[in-house]
């Protein structure tokens, strides 16, 4: 089973908003409302910031948004600020075969 | 406060063995599942091993089965990850997290370097 599929970096500006996709397949994302993402700051352990597609784990900014069309889920971040500048990873559940699968990672910079 | 702490860590040499612990405090432990998850230098997160509350079921990536082990004791509210036959490629920081419809709850990590 592969990874799941994110850019490997994005950047904008404070105020603005960005949108990061996570494509998988229909064995994992397709299949399953079971899509988390995680914030990861440098020599920091991850941080879940979206659970289950769409919510939020309590006391995580509403700037972050998930959602999720066919194979692909989305994690927006808007009003963009200096603190989001951090890697974002997607993961989705899999099935017993492979249980986790985590993207590669994204690399936000705000300029 | 909830939390998991992770400990075990260290430099081995292609083909020993390292066993890894994780203690849990601060919820019912056999509530959730628990997870291990590595990110080798410069890369990204990579699902290792999962075990159910009980301990009754429990889940390996491809990359480390028939290798690795991961069992808890709940008695004691720790996990453990049994890492045998030891590859230059496991040469990651092992994070433990609390698991259940996601990983919410992280420790720091221990580093383990397997190196000749």
Known sequence: ????????????????????????????????NLVSWYQQHPGKAPKLIIYEVTKWPSGVSNRFSGSKSGNT????ISGL????????????????????????GTKLTVL | EVQVLESGGG???????????????????????????RQAPGKGLEWVSSVSGSGGSTYYADSVKGR???????????????????????TAIYYCARDQVAMDVWGQGTRVTVSS
């Open chain 1, 1 to 32: 089973q592969s990874a799941l599929t994110q850019p490997a970096s994005m950047s904008g500006s404070p105020g603005q908003s960005i949108t990061i996709s996570c494509t998988g397949t229909s064995t994992d994302v397709g299949k399953y």
């Open chain 1, 73 to 76: 889920a989305s994690l927006t």
């Open chain 1, 81 to 104: 600020q200096a603190e989001d500048e951090a890697d974002y990873y997607c993961c989705s559940y899999a099935g017993t075969r492979h249980y986790w699968l985590f993207g590669g």
């Open chain 2, 11 to 37: 430099l081995v040499q292609p083909g020993e063995s390292l066993r890894l612990s994780c203690a849990a405090s601060g919820f019912t432990f056999t509530s959730y599942a628990m997870s291990w998850v």
């Open chain 2, 68 to 90: 690795f082990a991961i069992s808890r004791d709940n008695s004691k509210t720790t996990v453990y990850l049994q890492m045998n036959s030891l590859r230059v490629e496991d």
